[in-house]
């Protein structure tokens, strides 16, 4: 009969029915299950900002256990109170503007992966003013979107599942939690996995296709799976769930295709 499954705000804690389930061994969920997600949402947060400006943010690092060839690592931000303004078409990177000082905290972990390529973090309070200074916010929290060869449906997945696996990371609904794509990509038909997945809002789509800026409360940047998350890691050779099943990775397929109506047997 069909499982119901609902995608909880938080991953169990341990000794939960998910992290000691009856077919997801310990190695598993130490690895590519719920205990690694507990592990990183419990990672201390890396502040961005200087105490004090109007914007504040952190970051959140983990590393994964590396059964891939490149290097096992990724992280998740959290911002409060940001303008995004999107490239232009196929314009480079999204430009994501704090009202703060960028922190100077001796030994800071350096939110490095990917962001070159994806965002540009850019701590500057005037230019903030003139985005966003007396304008609405957008007061739901919003997960940014990037689409990494956007046409290809494996690639579109990584990104499904790591936007999924930071929702719970971070105590997010993600049935409550918009969405929005600032990469400057046109629209493609996979786009309606993350629309399903997660809260659309025609109000942001026509903000990213006039390219203007995004005023938001609350900004989530996910995990970007291309380097060693769980999507692309659990089809390694080395997987320790192939014998058991990734009942974490199940627990996600479950919450998309209840999300599109879609009812399997088990």
């Not at 931000?77 to 430009?95: E, H, S, T, W, Y």
């Not at 998350?229 to 627990?251: K, V």
Request: glycine share 8%; hydrophobic share 40%; aromatic share 10%.
């Amino acid at each position: 009969r069909p499982r119901t499954v609902k995608m909880e705000a938080a991953a169990p804690a341990p000794g939960g029915h998910r992290m000691a389930g009856p077919w997801e061994d310990p190695l598993c969920a130490k690895h590519l299950g719920w205990e690694f997600v507990y592990n990183w949402k419990n990672r201390p947060d890396t502040p961005l900002c200087e105490p004090h400006g109007t914007s504040s943010g952190f970051s959140k690092s983990n590393k994964y256990w590396k059964w891939l060839d490149h290097q096992s690592h990724d992280t998740v931000f959290d911002l409060q109170n940001v303008a995004v303004q999107p490239p232009a078409m196929d314009g480079g990177p999204a430009k994501i503007v704090l009202s703060c000082l960028e922190h100077k905290a001796q030994g800071a972990e350096v939110p490095h992966v990917l962001l070159p390529q994806i965002a540009q973090l850019d701590y500057d309070p005037k230019t903030y003013q003139q985005m966003c200074g007396g304008k609405a916010q957008f007061q739901h929290p919003v997960m940014l979107m990037w689409r990494f060869d956007f046409p290809n449906v494996y690639h579109g997945l990584e990104g499904l599942m790591g936007a999924l696996q930071t929702a719970l990371i971070y105590e997010l609904r993600p049935a409550e939690t918009h969405m929005a794509f600032v990469d400057g990509q046109r629209a493609h038909k996979y786009d309606v996995l993350f629309e399903t997945a997660f809260a659309p809002s025609g109000e942001l789509a026509a903000l990213t296709r006039a390219r203007r800026p995004l005023c938001l409360r609350k900004a989530i940047l996910p995990a970007s799976s291309r380097t060693g998350s769980l999507w692309p890691t659990s089809f390694s050779p080395q997987n320790p769930c192939r014998g058991s099943g990734a009942d974490f990775l199940a627990h996600l397929v479950d919450y998309v295709a209840e999300r599109f109506a879609i009812h399997t047997l088990h």
